[in-house]
């Protein structure tokens, strides 16, 4: 089973910057994608940005040039840097992973608990 835990969400003025954390623990899988994802009010849940174990990354159009996904595979943690933060990406956003268990044939999606951003003035 593997854990995920975000931090780093808050109330931010527009313009602003904000940096989200997300820790995966548990033992036994190893982990290719790791990535963030939002869901605004009345919408449903979209990718933000994902980022591979051999570095690969993209990123939503609407987040393109302001927003930057890294990892540290060693401590298995993934992080959001969002920088001119704006009033639309006002959501509650997720830390995904996908995980395989050792021995298993296939991967599984995890998911954290969500951690609310908020840009307004």
């Known amino acids: 089973q593997v854990q995920l835990v975000e931090s780093g969400g808050g109330l931010v003025q527009p313009g602003g910057s904000l940096r989200l954390s997300c820790a995966a623990s548990?033992?036994?899988?190893?982990?290719?994608?790791m990535g963030w994802y939002r869901q605004a009010p009345g919408k449903e849940r979209e990718l933000v940005a994902v980022?591979?174990?051999?570095?690969?990354?993209r990123y939503a159009d609407s987040v393109k040039g302001r927003f930057t996904i890294s990892r540290d595979n060693v401590k298995n943690m993934v992080y959001l840097q969002m920088n001119s933060l704006k009033p639309e990406d006002t959501a509650v956003y997720y830390c995904?992973?996908?995980?395989?268990?050792?021995?298993?044939?296939?991967?599984?999606?995890?998911w954290g608990q969500g951690t609310q951003v908020t840009v307004s003035s």
């Open positions: 548990g033992s036994g899988f190893s982990i290719n994608v």
């Open positions: 980022s591979t174990s051999g570095g690969s990354t």
């Open positions: 995904n992973a996908g995980a395989r268990p050792v021995g298993a044939g296939r991967a599984y999606d995890y």
